[in-house]
């Protein structure tokens, strides 16, 4: 696919676990969870939000970790514990005063597939089930929880001739 397919991305809307994270669940012997989010990912996410394109989280867990990161990372739009993201992505747009031709999706498994169809772009990762590969856009080179989220956010960056002048900034 073209990177000119994202140019018109207004909102990239991101699934937690498989894609934020590694998709696995650590839990301590208290039973607190645990969760690794990439560094790489928040840059990209932080590059998107101050290049006014909206990222939202979509999850079906609940989880005060998740709810934390998006802070840190200015995140303001979070939908937690819903399994029905497609419902949950078209509100948002709506919310937001959008379109589904105005919005990307992420996701690695069955409960993401009708958001990643809904969306003009649906985003997958190689760690991702066979089924969703098969009906996203585009998988990543990189799996989830390891700069996948980066890779799109820079994909989308790309397209809209935006990259290039942010990553000159870093050589002042």
Known sequence: MSSLAFENIKLLALDVDGVMTDGKLYFSAQGDEIKAFSILDGHGIKMLLNSDIHVAIITGRSSPLVARRARDLGIEHIIQGREDKKVALLELLNELELSSSDAAYMGDDLPDLGAIVAAKIGFTVPNAHAFIKEHADYCTHTPGG??????????????????????KAYLV
């Open 146 to 167: 390891q700069g996948a989220v980066r890779e799109v956010c820079d994909l989308i960056l790309e397209s809209k001739g935006l990259l290039q002048p942010l990553l």
